[in-house]
């Protein structure tokens, strides 16, 4: 389990040429699947500025790594667009606010997104419905 | 506790996809003939500057209507604005300023605002009015259920006399007594023989 704002700035490096292709800037959440689509670059030198999560081998305490140049390359356009989840506020879908999003904690082996911690409590990832330029929303707690 | 909200609290609360994205906000509630139900509501554009949108979002639409927010399922349930509308007349403002008078022919005040069940039913459940002298020896305002046979004609509102008894202070309060209101008229004699029962003959 990791934290996103412990993944943020981290280095990719690839496993096979030992390449460093850049740092991260932020994760991409698909709220369909409540996972990581893919990681989105800062600082990069080979125009990759989104890696899939496919593509990533492993996320660890000091680097992100991925297999090779050409596995972080393909798909570019396949990623689906950019919505930032951090600092961004909660709504249920029955229009409740609950607060900001503060960190995210995922699986860093499947890329699950676990928990969605907001100074009003902590969110399952599986109730996360969707992440908009407005707000996160997240299925009502069964009750 | 049902939640309730007031239709004036509604305008300007922002409406939002279950995406995220925020797309309009309310401008105004529109309400079915007998003011039973609200059927939609008109649109504005979000921001200072923008104004009213062609768009409005019939009641069908909504996903829930929150403190915080109206929830859509998508931009798509928006229509054209002539369809939520209709052609009858119960907008807004022909209830907002109408006299209130029980069953039995007593002016009990005016209407002041439209109180709203929120969630997903969309119901009327009464109306914030402005009391008579009648009802109170100071002017005031108060929340008086609606009855299920609620009568609007444009002109006047009549609820059933014995509203007067559940009649609140405030929002909180009313929702109890919209409760208690429900619960005395689908019994209406409490005193039927089926209570009676080991009691002394």
């Given at each position: 389990m990791m934290m996103f704002t412990q993944v943020q700035g981290l280095p990719v490096i690839t496993a096979d040429e030992a390449e460093p292709l850049g740092r991260v800037e932020s994760l991409t959440i698909d709220a369909h699947t409540s996972g990581i689509a893919c990681l989105r670059l800062s600082g990069a030198p080979r125009h990759i500025t989104a890696i899939a999560w496919?593509?990533?081998?492993a996320v660890g305490r000091d680097a992100v790594i991925v297999r090779s140049r050409a596995a972080a390359d393909p798909g570019q356009d396949s990623l689906p667009a950019h919505q930032e989840a951090l600092g961004r506020r909660v709504l249920t879908e029955h229009g409740a606010a609950h607060g900001t999003v503060r960190d995210i904690a995922f699986d860093n082996t499947t890329g699950h997104i676990h928990t969605l911690y907001t100074a009003l409590g902590d969110i399952s990832g599986?109730?996360?419905l969707g992440i908009g330029s407005y707000a996160v929303v997240v299925r009502a707690e069964a009750s | 506790m049902i939640p309730l909200v007031l239709a004036s609290e509604l305008t300007k609360r922002v409406v939002v996809t279950l995406g995220g994205e925020a797309v309009a906000q309310i401008r105004d509630t529109v309400f079915d003939a007998r003011a039973g139900r609200v059927t939609g509501f008109t649109l504005s554009g979000r921001g200072l500057l923008a104004g009213p949108l062609k768009e409005s979002l019939p009641?069908?639409?909504?996903h829930a209507i929150g403190p915080s927010a109206v929830m859509i399922?998508?931009?798509?349930?928006?229509?054209?604005?002539?369809v939520a509308m209709?052609?009858?007349?119960?907008?807004?403002g022909e209830v907002i300023g109408a006299p209130v008078l029980t069953d039995q022919g007593t002016e009990i005040g005016t209407v002041l605002d439209v109180v709203i069940e929120t969630g997903v039913s969309g119901r009327v459940v009464g109306f914030e009015i402005s009391t008579d002298e009648n009802t109170d020896r100071h002017r005031r305002k108060a929340f008086i259920p609606r009855g299920e046979t609620l009568a609007v004609s444009g002109r006047a509102l009549v609820v059933p006399a014995?509203?007067?008894?559940?009649?609140?202070?405030?929002l909180p309060s009313f929702s109890a007594q919209v409760e208690a209101f429900r619960a005395h008229t689908a019994q209406p004699y409490p005193q039927s023989p089926s209570t009676g029962t080991g009691g002394p003959a």
């Open positions: 496919h593509a990533v081998e599986d109730r996360l | 009641f069908s639409g909504v399922p998508g931009e798509t349930v928006l229509e054209k604005r002539d209709g052609a009858d007349g119960a907008g807004h014995h509203a007067r008894h559940f009649i609140a202070d405030d």
